[in-house]
């Protein structure tokens, strides 16, 4: 059973937006992922049994990269959170149809979030930002090379254009056609989803009104079976179509990268 027609709208690089709310198995793929990195300074050596913590300080740029990028080779995409502003940064990566492909993208990104406070001159993370006017959003490669900063009135379009490029400096190919591919796999968990919300609710009914040994609950069970099947057969190809070669983990000679989404 398809979901009830409704209108479309076509984003960047002919990405196809269904404008209908998405199931549940579709939508476990369309969050930020944000890492909220906390730095703890070491320890002093012990003063009469005891420990002092030292004084809070910042660390150089190259210190603060190679903290945030730990070990995720992936490129990174950083938003600091502000008191003042108006909450233009949150909207281009909060929820909604709109940012679908945001969502669809950033997958391929290390997205990091950081406190207020990286702005205090003390902070161990302060050195991200020390330029006069700091955005509250960019992208880099993961040593901090390649640095784009986004403005807070950036556009989607510009955003999605600054994500593409990175992606197309540290993966081996552009992202277009597999956006393409989840865009569509997507559709197909809608697809499911509402099979599987229908089976399950009819199995409901059958055992409230027939009981356990109902004839054609066997049936129901069967088909509820197959669909959840066909469900989890569409989550292992997203993972396949999210899987992109990054160039630093090629010239290494490791595995490809691709961030996954687990099932529902």
């Not at 901090?144 to 992606?167: A, F, V, Y």
Request: proline letters at 7%; a positive charge; glycine letters at 6%.
């Amino acid at each position: 059973m398809a979901p009830t027609p409704v209108p479309t709208t076509a984003g960047a690089a002919g990405l196809v937006i269904p404008m209908y709310r998405r199931g549940p198995s579709a939508r476990s793929y369309l969050a930020m992922d944000w890492e909220y990195p906390v730095y703890a300074s070491p320890t002093e050596e012990p003063t009469s049994g005891s420990f002092a913590k030292k004084k809070r300080r910042a660390l150089s740029r190259a210190e603060a990269m190679a903290f945030i990028s730990g070990d995720d080779p992936r490129p990174l995409l950083v938003l600091r959170e502000c008191k003042v502003c108006n909450g233009t940064d949150d909207a281009l990566l909060k929820g909604g149809v709109d940012n679908e492909k945001t969502f669809l993208i950033a997958q391929w990104f290390h997205c990091v979030k950081l406190p207020v406070d990286v702005m205090e001159a003390d902070h161990p993370l302060h050195a991200l930002f020390t330029q006069k006017q700091p955005e509250h959003l960019f992208v880099c490669s993961p040593d901090g090379s390649n640095h784009d900063p986004l403005e807070s009135q950036t556009s989607r379009t510009e955003l999605w254009k600054s994500l593409r490029g990175m992606i197309s400096l540290e993966y081996a190919r552009k992202p277009d056609s597999s956006l393409k591919k989840i865009a569509r796999l997507l559709d197909k968990m809608d697809v499911v989803d509402e099979r599987l919300a229908h089976l399950s609710a009819r199995q409901d009914d059958l055992l409230e009104e027939d009981g356990p040994r109902s004839p054609k609950l066997r049936k129901v069970r069967q088909k509820l079976a197959k669909a959840e099947a066909e469900r989890d057969s569409l989550h292992a190809d997203v993972v396949k179509a999210s899987a992109m070669e990054l160039k630093r983990r090629a010239a290494r000679g490791t595995d490809s990268a691709g961030p996954a989404k687990s099932g529902a």
